[in-house]
């Protein structure tokens, strides 16, 4: 079974510049989620989708961040535009229906210049 | 102060050490408590899950939840340096977010 699927793995930009991330969860996974995690730190939830819906979007910058779950597979999260201190990896994970535990892709790591 | 509070480390041993990790957290609703090891430039892989207190065994893994005293631990036997990456504790309510602590940084040294 495939796990989540994540791209581009790196991104290099200048501030300023907008951004977008791709994320495939795990087949089946109706749960998906974007988190952002900062150099020494634990990942921090900033949207969380069940299906289509964002049920959870308290954590997410919506002046410059959006995202969405058009068919409630595969997400796009945005930034635009860039700030010097977005530079992070940015996470996506998905979760089975009723099951609290989540799966991790490989992340992106996020370089503003 | 943080809900969920974990030593950076690094922590460093020698191969075939045992390791103990551990988690403290203010939430006492918190009822699902996993680990996760991050290897560097990787995104986090789920090593052990336990719901509520208790143990939970698993090959050279440990995990130990102490609801009472809001402290969770994972033991690692046997430690190898392929076990050599960061280490996340996570907790959460049902339906709810996860919350992360730091993350500590085991190094074993062959």
């Known amino acids: 079974e495939a796990g989540v699927v994540q791209s581009p793995r790196y991104k290099i930009i200048e501030k300023k510049q907008p951004v977008a991330f791709w994320c495939n969860p795990i087949s089946g996974h109706n749960t998906l989620y974007w988190y952002l995690q900062n150099l020494g730190q634990g990942p921090e939830l900033l949207i969380r989708y069940e299906n289509e819906e964002a049920v959870d979007d308290s954590q997410l910058p919506k002046d410059r961040f959006s995202a969405e779950r058009l068919k409630g597979v595969d997400s796009t999260l945005k930034i635009q535009p860039a700030e010097l201190g977005d530079s992070a990896v940015y996470l996506c994970a998905s979760s089975a229906r009723y099951q609290e535990t989540q799966y991790f892709g490989p992340g992106t790591r996020l370089l503003v210049l | 102060q943080k809900e969920v509070e974990q030593d950076p480390g690094p922590l460093s041993v020698p191969e075939g050490a045992i390791v103990s990790l551990n988690c403290t957290y203010s939430n006492s609703a918190f009822q699902y408590f996993m680990w996760y090891r991050q290897y560097s430039r990787k995104g986090p892989e789920l090593l052990m899950y336990?719901?509520?207190?208790g143990n939970k065994e698993d090959g050279r893994f440990t995990a130990q939840v102490d609801k009472s005293s809001k402290y969770i631990s994972l033991f690692i036997r046997d430690s190898q340096p392929s076990d050599s990456a960061t280490y996340l504790c996570?907790?959460?309510?049902?339906?709810?977010?996860?919350?992360f602590g730091a993350g500590t940084i085991l190094r074993v040294k062959s």
């Open positions: 996570a907790m959460s309510k049902y339906g709810n977010k996860l919350v």
């Open positions: 336990t719901y509520s207190s």
